[in-house]
């Protein structure tokens, strides 16, 4: 019990500190030591209370560097519906905007034929861009839809809103979507398209979008940087 109340106190003493702003995200914990001596306590309860607050994502810390606070990510991003990359940037005050990598009109691929239900030798639309923040890099999205709902003309003419211009090009409305989230540890072409160190986690949400008659109209993958996107979700529980 002695132990579990120094750890406590110490918690407190780091979690006040960062509450009243002498900490401040991205600044190191002082040194064990020095901890130890303001709260009374033992420096092997320093280690475990800081260790705690580390998986409690409120310090983090790379290797064998020290501890600092964590910065909280600027960004979320609800699960529970379907709300734009653009939407996300501007509800948090900044300027949304693209930086386009490719816009082509190419053959299905067998992955493609699978996710939108396409029959061999159907084209899709490709789109691949870059969705940033006051100019800097926060996810990069790419996006294939048959070309019979959406062309690269049609898309271009809708002031880079993918919805928008299936909606307007084939009269569809995107209803849900299934999603897959997957951590990816590092990715070439798109952790450099990111500017993301190869220690840089990113999170993959790859989608596939249905109509309101479940068809399969957008197949999307969608790579968030961690450190500046966070996700939330409500979750309800299976009745018996």
């Known amino acids: 019990m002695t132990n579990t109340n120094s750890i406590y106190r110490i918690k407190e003493w780091i979690l006040n500190a960062i509450d009243e702003g002498t900490l401040q995200p991205g600044d190191p914990v002082p040194s064990t030591l020095s901890i130890a001596r303001e709260v009374n306590g033992k420096t092997d309860d320093v280690y475990d209370a800081i260790d705690e607050l580390i998986t409690e994502q409120v310090l983090t810390q790379s290797f ?7 910065e909280s990510q600027p960004f979320f991003y609800p699960l529970d519906k379907l709300l734009s990359i653009g939407k996300m940037i501007e509800n948090e005050g900044y300027q949304a905007g693209t930086i386009f990598m490719n816009l082509d009109q190419q053959p ?14 159907e084209f899709v639309t490709l789109i691949e861009r870059i969705r940033t923040a006051n100019g800097r890099p926060v996810v990069y999205c790419l996006d294939k839809v048959a070309t019979e709902y959406l062309t690269c003309a049609a898309f271009q003419a809708h002031d880079e809103s993918i919805l928008t211009a ?13 999603t897959e989230i997957e951590s990816v540890s590092y990715e070439p072409r798109v952790s450099e398209a990111l500017e993301e160190a190869p ?34 979700t409500v979750r309800e529980t299976d009745p018996e």
């Open 166 to 178: 299936i909606k307007a090009n084939a009269d569809i409305t995107i209803a849900y979507s299934e």
């Open 199 to 232: 220690n840089e986690d990113l999170m993959l949400l790859k989608q596939v979008h249905y109509d309101k008659d479940h068809r399969p109209i957008l197949f999307s993958f969608n790579y968030f940087k961690s450190e500046v996107v966070k996700f939330k």
């Open 108 to 121: 299905s691929t067998m992955l493609d034929r699978k996710a939108l239900d396409l029959r061999e030798g």
């Open 64 to 70: 064998e560097a020290q501890a600092t606070v964590k």
